[in-house]
């Protein structure tokens, strides 16, 4: 459409405008079925623009990077992906399939809050290793089998040294606080 005949029909102009702004759907991101159903429980409808741009990415394996403020969808952009990697896998004991590493305990403890439950719905289980919290706990859990492990590199370090066949083998990473500590989400391929 020419610039002289938007002016003209500013319906069509706006139309145009909302074709070039309209965002895939998680199902047309590749996220399995089960993944869109729990994300539909709990309201989330639609991706934000980072989770849009990423969540093609991570699930090719690419290695992403992503930067934006406290509420932009960043958790959920490498998320989502490193769950539906993993949907249908089960961990060894002592050997999880994914790492998230994260600077504090309260992101750590946020991002299993974001997480636990959609990865509940494929069959996934999460433990959290912070500090401050008992460690036998934690290597107990592992010794059962955790698919996902969110982690402070303080309690991680701990562990790998009281149980050294805990950390995963891993080779696509996303990072979401590059400006501070990094965050990681390492799944194998």
């Known amino acids: 459409m020419t610039t002289a005949a938007a002016a ?3 319906s069509a102009d706006a139309a145009t405008a909302a074709e070039e702004e309209q965002v895939p759907t998680f199902a047309e991101l590749g996220l399995p079925a089960a993944l869109v159903s729990a994300l539909a429980r709990q309201g989330i409808e639609a991706p934000f623009p980072i989770q849009a741009a990423a969540i093609p990415d991570v699930m090719a394996g690419r290695d992403v990077l992503g930067r934006g403020k406290t509420g932009s969808g960043k958790t959920l952009a490498f998320g989502l992906p490193l769950l539906a990697r993993l949907s249908g896998r089960r961990a060894a004991p002592k050997r999880p399939l994914a790492l998230i590493l994260v600077p504090t305990r309260e992101l750590a403890q946020q991002v299993q809050q974001n ?20 460690m036998f706990k934690q290597i107990d859990a592992l010794r059962r089998g955790v698919e996902v492990l969110v982690a402070t590199p303080g309690r991680l370090k701990d562990l790998m040294q009281q149980a050294p066949a805990t950390c995963p083998t891993s080779r696509s990473r996303c990072s979401t606080r590059p400006t501070t500590w990094p965050t990681w989400a390492s799944c194998p391929t």
């Open 115 to 134: 997480l636990e439950p959609l990865g509940r719905g494929l069959g996934l289980k999460f433990k959290t290793v912070i500090g401050q919290t008992s």
């Open 8 to 10: 003209q029909n500013p």
